[in-house]
């Protein structure tokens, strides 16, 4: 029922000013660089994507001038991904995750049920991917899950390598911190060419 | 920062068994019959529609063997709507509400920047809409969000004249039980005609 701190990051990193974090941690913040291009891809009317809130299972309740306050709860497994919305009518789910690895993204990182969710958007016609940050590397990964739907069906690890092949590198600029929808916009062409 | 308690019956509500609650009171479980028809849609692999979280702020946390457990926190506004997904490739976006009400259901039950957020999916190539059940009335509509814009703008209330007008009824079936996408079916034929 409890989730262990590795799985649930978001509360640790909140805090963390963008301004203070050290060159070598910047992969610390992945959550933030999306949180940032999400902004401002809904502030420009690009697209409308979010981070769906951590759930939570409160235990214990209170009431304070009729307002519901929180005295005792605990983190619930995500039944879904971190991220979904939508760009240019097409439906977006996504999840994104960092490693500290050097050579392969562990796939064991990602809930079963979750990797499950994101084939089946495939199925239903939608645009599935994962983004994985290599934080030693500096490296931020988009890949499509069609296109590891093997590899996700054993849960196995990733290989840099083939990441470099299948996948694209996500390139880091002021604005949006993490263009992954120019991406996108490559794998729409590629659907509509089809 | 604290929402009240008429923003959040969720919590209120999960407890309730549908078995359990009387005939007058079936108003009570829009969300419980939602949530079993998203899941039959799902088993019957038709379309992946969940409910989001509510969003949380833990205030206080402390660590059981590693795990995370919420001491102290508040329930938060919510960013966007309760329920989004996707169906034959169509993203899908809806708030759902109930009202006692005989004749109109007060827009100002929604948030602003929830109605605002279910227009801009519209712009954005998606399908958005309330559900509203006339708990009182035993009546559940869906209506278009772009078919009531400029109701919605206003945050005004929306006549039961016009939701039947407008709208369409939803009918109250076994399984799935309340079958939302047959009516979306209708608005995808609609699209497809232009």
């Known amino acids: 029922m409890f989730g262990d701190m590795m799985n649930y990051p978001n509360g640790i990193k909140r805090n963390n000013q963008k301004s203070s974090i050290p060159n070598g941690n910047r992969g610390m913040s992945l959550e933030n660089d999306l949180n940032l291009s999400n902004q401002y891809y809904r502030n420009n ?9 951590t759930p939570i299972k409160a235990t214990k309740i209170s009431y304070i001038n009729n307002c519901k306050k ?7 497994m995500a ?5 979904n919305g939508v760009y240019l009518g097409y439906y977006i789910d996504f999840e994104a995750k960092m490693t500290n690895n050097l050579t392969s993204f562990p796939l064991s990182n ?12 495939n199925n239903h016609g939608g645009i599935s991917f994962l983004i994985i940050r290599f934080t030693k590397l500096n490296l931020t990964f988009l890949i499509e899950t069609n296109k590891i739907s093997d590899i996700i069906k054993d849960r196995k690890n ?5 990441l470099k092949e299948r996948g694209f590198i996500i390139q880091e600029k002021y604005e949006p911190r993490l263009d992954y929808l120019k991406i996108v916009d490559q794998i729409i062409g590629g659907k509509n060419e089809i």
Not at 70 to 76: C, H, L, P
Not at 79 to 83: G, H, I, L
């Open 45 to 53: 009317n690009i697209a409308l994507i979010y981070k769906k809130p």
């Open 70 to 76: 929180i005295n005792d709860g605990f983190f619930e």
């Open 79 to 83: 039944s879904t991904t971190d991220y």
């Open 110 to 121: 990602i809930h079963a049920h979750q990797l499950e969710h994101l084939l089946a958007v």
């Open 158 to 162: 990733i290989p840099l390598s083939l």
